[in-house]
């Protein structure tokens, strides 16, 4: 039955993450970009929240709700509508988290989901995205080779979120041993910190989201156990994690275009030129309802493909689509905005400017940024 | 619970629905090429389809909600072909809802039974209906109205029964003047000019009336409200809430449409070898499968603004701002999608054997009848900025 109807639950949450992504995230937004630095104290109160472990196993000490890519897709909106930077690095140990929930052996779950239970923020990340302008995630060039009934593995990987505290890394490569092509070879392995191999570079310097420490991986020969192949024998469902990705990006992207929406309109009333306000004048009032147009037109997309996942179907295409079509429209959208705002779009006093920035860096890593 | 999944009964619905619309298609081109005839009110084939209505009964509470799945059975219908589809009789007009929204009882009963065209566009005046020329002087002396005016673009013009026409009974009173009126063909001095030559939709029936002096009775008043509101629009505020369903069914038929031109492009381009899966970085992708695949991200987001503004009808939920969204989303969809698949096959889309090249013509209209989508902005940017028509005109 088609319903566009969030549950009461959903209202709650969706309610509770304005909150929170409006007093905490965008207050210390521009702070934070500017010193290029995240908050621990930011960190620590969304963790507060139990982003991560309110949908971890009540067994192994989390809430024990059910896994729902509806409702993280609601709580992303929210968040990157507050900062897109501090959204993704609050919830980066959930990249790791239901991953590992969603692919996991119950050995791998054991062992590693009651460190995103606890009381204090738990950094651990995924590492997928490559060094390279034909980067393309279903042909990695980042390689498991096994040996010894493990894997060795090489390659190089970049914009790893929270790779500069993070205390595991899930190294997204090639299978080797692998006959398929494409996403069936693709693998996931869990690399401690301190594995063998791994050299983890300095904070990159990025165009936008500054304020997000993102490092890249140099992976010479890291030998892992076979037990750390996430999911065991049976590897994991690639193109289910490339569509949560993708989805949980278009969210981001949705949120970023919102804020930058909200944003524009009351000061567009309030900027007046030539005896009116600038939003009586249709050039500009009708940039704005084309905001209003994509921002819900990307909504929907988000919607379908996270129900899509949270059914268990194959969400691939509608993912494709959300995170294609929020791509194009979130950089549309925070352009134009920069525009409205005239010459304070180009100022830093304004957070326009740094939506400009962080649309083009999140539109580029199509899906690969969160979960 | 946020779904996007269609029950038992509703792919069995679509899915007749597509059926029964392929046959129409048949006849697609042949009534685009000869404009002056009209396709039958029942396709030949009609008696072996019992027809959409016959399996939308029966439908329970985890089948989609009824506006929703109309939209989608509207899509479904129009894939086949706008102009032709497998109807079992006349079916119904525009001016049809305008009765039952706002007629009086007797009117129903006694026009119900009738097809009735709705005319509102005058030479002058379209978007702005309060330029309405078309007068209804009331003679007291017959208790009849005598119109006078000129009406164009009315859809199923011709073979109506009847029209529901918008007529001002004092121009200096602007849009509070303006009534509806009900007037039935044969009336003396109520002239179908012609039948309007078109760039799409060509087999639709779309007329020009002239009104000369045409007499009706003074109970033809839609709704029989004759006094004119002194202080803002309120009557002609209720005439435009129809539009709140007319607006997403408008994007509706474009979608169904665009939906067949994407079929079509995936087809040829697949048979030509492109590989069009989904799911390869940007750099796994030819240009043209790049290409395509926004095509078909934006077909999908506008058909899921039209489903948007339909269920939140469904829920009995206000819908103005979301049913202007869906019409200036998909009237702009399927304009950059149908010139999009052209673009994607080449000198091949642009020959009349193929239908592409009408489905090209036949969309465009979508962005302009029923509110052009400059307009629909208008009432989305006033709704979003908290303006009126003082604010923003």
Known sequence: MISFGPTDEQEVIREAMHEFAEQVLRAAARDADETSEVPEDVLQQAWDLGLTSTQLPDGLGGGGEDRSPVTNAMLLEELAFGDPALAIAATAPSLFAFAVADHGTEEQKKRLLPAFCGTKFHAATVALIEPSPTFDPLNLQTVAEPKDGGFVLSGRKRFVVLGDRAEHFLVVARNGNSAESGAAAIDAFIVPRDAAGLTI???????????????????????????????????????????????????????????????????????????????????????????????????????????????????????????????????????????????????????????YRAARTLSVLEGIAAV | MIDFTLSENDKKLLDYVRTESLVARKYAREYDENEEGFPPDALPEADQYPGVWSLMGGRGAEDTGASAIGMMVTMAETWGDYSIRMRKGRGVGLGNAALSAAGTDEQKEKFGGLLLSMAITEPGCGSDPSLVQTTAVLDEETDEWVINGEKIFVTTGCRCDGVVLWATLDKSAGRAGIKSFLVEKETPGFIVAHKEKKLGIRADDTAAYVFQDCRIPRGNLLGGKEEIPKQGSGGFRGVMKTFNMTRPMTAAFGLGMSQAALDFTREQLEEAGVDLSYGAGTHGLSAAAAKFQELEALQEAAVLTVLRAAWLSDQGQPNNLEASISKAKGGSAVRTITQGCIELLGPMAISREHLLEKWFRDVRITDIYEGTGQIQHLIIARTILDYGRAELN
């Open chain 1, 201 to 355: 570079s300095p904070v990159e310097k990025n165009l936008g989201m500054k304020a997000l420490p993102t490092v890249s991986l140099e992976l010479e020969r890291v030998e892992v156990a076979a037990e750390d192949r996430l999911g065991g024998d049976a590897g994991i469902d690639a193109l289910r994690l490339l569509a949560s990705t993708r989805t949980a990006n278009a969210a981001l992207l949705l949120g970023l275009s919102r804020a930058v929406m909200e944003y524009c309109i009351p000061y567009a009333k309030d900027r007046t030129a030539f005896g009116e306000a600038i939003a009586q004048k249709q050039a500009i009032a009708f940039t704005l309802s084309d905001m209003k147009v994509e921002t819900d037109s990307m909504r929907w997309l988000v919607w379908k493909a996270a129900s899509q996942l949270e059914q268990g179907a194959d969400a691939t295409q509608a993912a494709v689509f959300a995170s294609s079509y929020a791509a194009r429209e979130a950089m549309k959208i925070a352009d134009n905005g920069v525009q409205v705002l005239g010459g304070h779009g180009f100022i830093r006093e304004h957070p326009v400017e740094l939506w």
